[in-house]
């Protein structure tokens, strides 16, 4: 198993989000042929997660995962002598091809892990979702470890920061702009309220970090002549610990002349680790807190977050051969735990 021929296999089928079939195809050719049982776990039209065990231990206590689906726009595969690079090469189509790679070596050792590769982390979890389903059914694994997979420089994080999305909405009354008082602006209410989130304290902790805040998305109005009626803003923050007290903080900053809702959470997470490796902290969030059934969750990966989603995505080819060191390494040790 070469990881640079699949890793480069991987990234020239374009699986943005939604589009993922291809590289889901592929991906259960390439595992049934290696002699896995490999399943395609159905998710939403034609998308679906591809789930492989060995034949000698259906049920595995160790499976290693990772996301098939990449952010926009598709970018072919190319290489030089240290680096593969193209969309996905980190995040994280480098990351299934170490994977499958350890699992094979580990195969020949003796010991049998499964290999999850799921649809949609990038946008909505949504594959996670449903493979979360499975391991809750009847048919489902009875894994006891889940070694996701995300660009981490192959150190093993501590701990993975959440997410909580918020959106702030004003409402304002339309009028012709010459005549300001007739109107009410949506857009004067919406500023003032961002000002004071902006400004509002957030917690840190020694150990993880800050929590951040990011205005992602700014919208509203319907032409510079017309007093508008209607502003929004998305708004991300990066979670060091429970939601309930800055969820009240926000509500409070943010004032009564918006709206504020919460669509989305993802919890702050600290990862089960293991023994002798270089550890960081996850500023990111990943498909974990999706996979609750899969067992105790570490994440380690080879890649950059850094280089994630830019024009310039790459991996080290040298970080790449690591990871499949490691990801046997951690086996091996998590085999020592079952015991």
């Given at each position: 198993?070469?990881?640079?021929?699949?890793?480069?296999?991987?990234?020239?089928?374009?699986?943005?989000?939604?589009?993922?079939?291809?590289?889901?195809?592929?991906?259960?050719?390439?595992?049934?042929?290696?002699?896995?049982?490999?399943?395609?776990?159905?998710?939403?039209?034609?998308?679906?997660?591809?789930?492989?065990?060995?034949p000698d231990n259906p049920?595995?206590?160790?499976?290693?995962?990772?996301?098939?689906?990449?952010?926009?726009?598709?970018?072919?595969?190319?290489?030089?002598?240290?680096?593969?690079?193209?969309?996905?090469?980190?995040?994280?189509?480098?990351?299934?091809?170490?994977?499958?790679?350890?699992?094979?070596?580990?195969?020949?050792?003796?010991?049998?892990?499964?290999?999850?590769?799921?649809?949609?982390?990038?946008r909505d979890s949504l594959?996670?979702?449903?493979?979360?389903?499975?391991?809750?059914?009847?048919?489902?694994?009875?894994?006891?470890?889940?070694?996701?997979?995300?660009?981490?420089?192959?150190?093993?994080?501590?701990?993975?920061?959440?997410?909580?999305?918020?959106?702030?909405?004003?409402?304002?009354?339309?009028?012709?702009?010459?005549?300001?008082?007739?109107?009410?602006?949506?857009?004067?209410?919406?500023?003032?309220?961002?000002?004071?989130?902006?400004?509002?304290?957030?917690?840190?902790?020694?150990?993880?970090?800050?929590?951040?805040?990011?205005?992602?998305?700014?919208?509203?109005?319907?032409?510079?002549?017309?007093?508008?009626?209607?502003?929004?803003?998305?708004?991300?923050?990066?979670?060091?610990?429970?939601?309930?007290?800055?969820?009240?903080?926000?509500?409070?900053?943010?004032?009564?002349?918006?709206?504020?809702?919460?669509?989305?959470?993802?919890?702050?997470?600290?990862?089960?680790?293991?023994?002798?490796?270089?550890?960081?902290?996850?500023?990111?969030?990943?498909?974990?807190?999706?996979?609750t059934n899969w067992g105790?969750?570490?994440?380690?990966?080879?890649?950059?977050?850094?280089?994630?989603?830019?024009?310039?995505?790459?991996?080290?080819?040298?970080?790449?051969?690591?990871?499949?060191?490691?990801?046997?390494?951690?086996?091996?040790?998590?085999?020592?735990?079952?015991?």
């Amino acid at each position: 198993m070469d990881a640079v021929t699949l890793t480069r296999q991987l990234v020239d089928i374009e699986s943005i989000t939604g589009n993922e079939s291809a590289v889901g195809n592929y991906l259960y050719g390439e595992l049934c042929r290696l002699g896995y049982q490999t399943r395609k776990m159905p998710v939403e039209a034609d998308r679906f997660n591809v789930y492989a065990t060995s034949p000698d231990n259906p049920q595995p206590p160790i499976v290693f995962s990772t996301h098939m689906d990449t952010v926009p726009p598709f970018i072919p595969s190319s290489e030089n002598e240290g680096r593969v690079y193209g969309r996905g090469s980190c995040d994280a189509k480098g990351i299934i091809a170490a994977q499958v790679a350890a699992a094979e070596r580990l195969r020949r050792q003796g010991i049998h892990v499964g290999l999850l590769f799921v649809v949609g982390e990038e946008r909505d979890s949504l594959g996670a979702q449903v493979a979360n389903q499975y391991a809750a059914s009847s048919q489902g694994p009875r894994s006891r470890f889940l070694v996701n997979g995300e660009p981490t420089e192959n150190h093993i994080a501590l701990a993975s920061k959440g997410t909580l999305r918020v959106e702030v909405t004003a409402k304002g009354r339309m009028a012709h702009s010459a005549y300001p008082e007739l109107g009410e602006s949506a857009i004067d209410k919406l500023i003032p309220a961002l000002a004071r989130l902006r400004a509002m304290p957030l917690p840190t902790d020694p150990q993880v970090g800050p929590c951040t805040l990011n205005i992602g998305l700014i919208e509203g109005g319907r032409a510079p002549n017309v007093i508008p009626d209607y502003a929004h803003a998305d708004l991300l923050y990066r979670l060091i610990g429970p939601s309930d007290n800055l969820r009240r903080q926000i509500l409070a900053a943010a004032g009564d002349q918006v709206e504020v809702t919460f669509p989305l959470e993802l919890p702050f997470l600290r990862l089960q680790t293991v023994d002798g490796l270089h550890t960081m902290i996850a500023a990111f969030t990943t498909d974990i807190p999706k996979l609750t059934n899969w067992g105790e969750p570490l994440l380690i990966g080879p890649g950059s977050i850094h280089v994630a989603h830019t024009e310039g995505e790459y991996i080290e080819k040298r970080q790449l051969h690591e990871a499949i060191d490691l990801y046997c390494k951690i086996a091996q040790q998590l085999s020592m735990q079952l015991v």
